[in-house]
Each structure stands twice: as structure tokens, then as C-alpha cells.
């Protein structure tokens, strides 16, 4: 999986429209993007995030799904090398509890 930074557009004269930004997650092969994108639209809950839309590649990019969520500017990569937002004096940080107890409610939701 690879992602991006980019706009989604919706409805007609989509030319002229602004397009909100978003993360795009674009996915090789199966139909894990079209799965995840019927999941998350599936469950409204204030822990699960909203999928923007899916689309399948064309041409020389046929073999890739496209998946569009709201934008978000951090990712646990960006925490992991910034170590000091991880741990501090042996332990984690409030900060990453924080997250990865957020991801965690995100998964339950999905699961229940």
C-alpha cells in the first residue's frame, strides 16, 4: 500500500469544482481497497473514519485501487522517527497512548 496527498471531486462539472483535500491510499491487486471502502462506509461511528470514495485505476494504472479519506497530516511512520513523541524516560508518551488507543477503538468499531 502506498499513499498520497490529493483532491476529491464530486457531482457535476467536476472540471470546475474545488476538490477537498485528502489522503489517497492506493492499494495493488485484490479488491482490498473496495473492501475497505464498503466497510468504513458500513459503520458511522465517531472513531471510524469516512471514506471519501474508491475508484479502480485505468489504462497503464489498471492494476491499482484508489481509496480517498479526509485528509490527515501525520501518520505513526512520522511518530516512529520523531522517537522523542514516543517514548520519553523509558516509557510511551501520553501522546502515542493516545493514538494507538484511538486506533484501537477504530478496529473494535469495525469488528462489532
Known amino acids: 500500500m ?12 467536476i472540471a470546475n469544482l474545488k476538490g477537498a483535500k485528502a489522503t489517497i491510499l492506493c492499494f495493488e491487486g485484490a479488491e482490498t481497497g473496495k ?7 458500513s459503520v458511522s461511528h465517531t472513531h471510524v473514519m469516512k471514506s471519501l470514495g474508491y475508484g479502480s485505476g485505468q489504462k497503464r494504472f489498471s492494476r491499482y485501487q484508489f481509496l480517498a479519506l ?22 510511551f508518551t501520553m501522546e502515542i497512548i493516545m493514538i494507538v488507543g484511538m486506533d484501537i477503538l477504530k478496529h473494535s468499531a469495525l469488528l462489532t
Open 70 to 91: 479526509p485528509f490527515f497530516g501525520s501518520t505513526f511512520e512520522e511518530y516512529i522517527k520523531e522517537s522523542w513523541k514516543c517514548v520519553e524516560m523509558g516509557r
Open 2 to 13: 502506498q499513499y498520497y496527498i490529493g483532491e476529491v471531486r464530486s457531482g457535476a462539472g
Open 35 to 41: 473492501n475497505l471502502h464498503d466497510c468504513l462506509s
